[in-house]
């Protein structure tokens, strides 16, 4: 059984790994040492580990100036930290000498089961070039100037277009950077390319999905309903990009994941969903008549002649009474009738 020794990092994170098949390592600065520490805080030689006869690792420190500390044993709960001068190592104890910490584990310890590769990983590879990057970034920025341009019957300046293509690239280049500065922290991986790429993609989709939804209020005249449906694109979307930013960037479990990445974002669009299903039945003084301006070879119904729209119109205004609002209407008449019938009656005496 030969003892392994671990660099790990304040997240239990392993930096180096050092096999003791010998009798006798030590730890510290210098060169000469088995385990080097690059700690200033750590002795040349500030410690050592040696095999007693019955095969048992003991760890001994050497007079160093800040001492050898005793964190934890991630297998046995009940060891409490202890500044130790002599400790018999057992699989799983963590030590800190400066400011730097070392774990121990005997190579009888099995270890778990690989993992197998997401699917998804395929695609983050092939998005996280920088030829794919820059290209959705591009049609990003052009397809938001083109919508901008479409939208206004006004002359659009250069620097608008300008500001348009800056402000999208920005919030894109924000976004990305954002999520690799988590992964960098958590995971010690940035994977800021597929970050952008991701990003890129999504709003290039929701962008699509806005011109697509005016052409269908153009078509059916569903102006009403479409804040709504927007809201339920949205609920769609931003949980796949929760997800896969989710999964580049931090150490969740694939349920915690896809949980985090459903509610975070409904927590925020189910209010505005339910705000947008009250008001729909409020009552508007003009009709839901779109108000698009485009092409008629984007109509996909045939249209309805002025006269005939007229016609309908009494049906876009009129509306009907229940029963107790017709009885509120006739005691109002009731009582206008009687009241005019008193004034008459007044004015003649």
Aim: proline residues 5%; aromatic residues 8%; charged residues 20%.
């Amino acid at each position: 059984m030969a003892l392994i020794i671990e660099e790990i990092s304040r997240a239990h994170r392993v930096h180096t790994r050092h096999r003791m098949e010998e009798d006798r390592a030590t730890l510290g600065r210098s060169f000469n040492n088995a385990v080097i520490v690059e700690d200033p805080h750590v002795d040349p030689v500030h410690a050592e580990v040696i095999r007693d006869e019955d095969g048992c690792y003991v760890l001994r420190d050497l007079q160093s100036l800040n001492g050898v500390q005793l964190l934890r044993n991630c297998r046995d709960k009940s060891v409490k930290p202890a500044v130790v001068t002599e400790h018999l190592i057992q699989s799983g104890d963590e030590i800190q000498i400066g400011k730097s910490r070392l774990r121990f584990t005997d190579t009888d310890n099995s270890v778990a089961p690989a993992i197998p590769l997401h699917s998804a990983e395929t695609v983050f590879d092939r998005l996280a070039t920088p030829m794919v990057a820059v290209g959705l970034c591009l049609l990003v920025a052009g397809l938001s100037l083109w919508l901008g341009y479409l939208g206004t019957a006004n002359k659009v300046p250069w620097t608008k277009g300008i500001e348009v293509i800056t402000n999208t690239i920005i919030g894109l280049l924000i976004y990305a950077a954002a999520w690799s500065f988590i992964g960098r922290v958590v995971r010690h991986e940035s994977h800021f390319l597929a970050h952008l790429s991701i990003a890129g993609a999504a709003v290039l989709l929701f962008t699509g999905w806005q011109w697509f939804s005016t052409l269908l209020d153009y078509n059916f005249s569903i102006s009403q309903a479409m804040p709504l449906v927007n809201t339920v694109a949205l609920g769609i979307l931003l949980p796949v990009v929760l997800w896969c930013a989710a999964y580049l960037a931090l150490n969740l479990t694939p349920r915690w994941r896809l949980a985090a990445a459903i509610l975070v974002p409904w927590c925020f669009l189910g209010l505005a969903a339910a705000m947008q299903i009250g008001e729909m039945d409020e009552f508007s003084e003009s009709p839901q008549v779109s108000k698009e301006l485009k092409y008629k070879d984007l109509l996909w119904r045939k249209p309805v002649p002025l006269q005939d729209f007229l016609a309908q119109a009494p049906d876009l205004f009129d509306i009907p009474l229940g029963e107790k609002d017709s009885d509120k209407a006739s005691d109002k008449a009731t009582q206008k009738s009687a009241t005019d019938g008193e004034t008459g009656s007044n004015e003649e005496s």
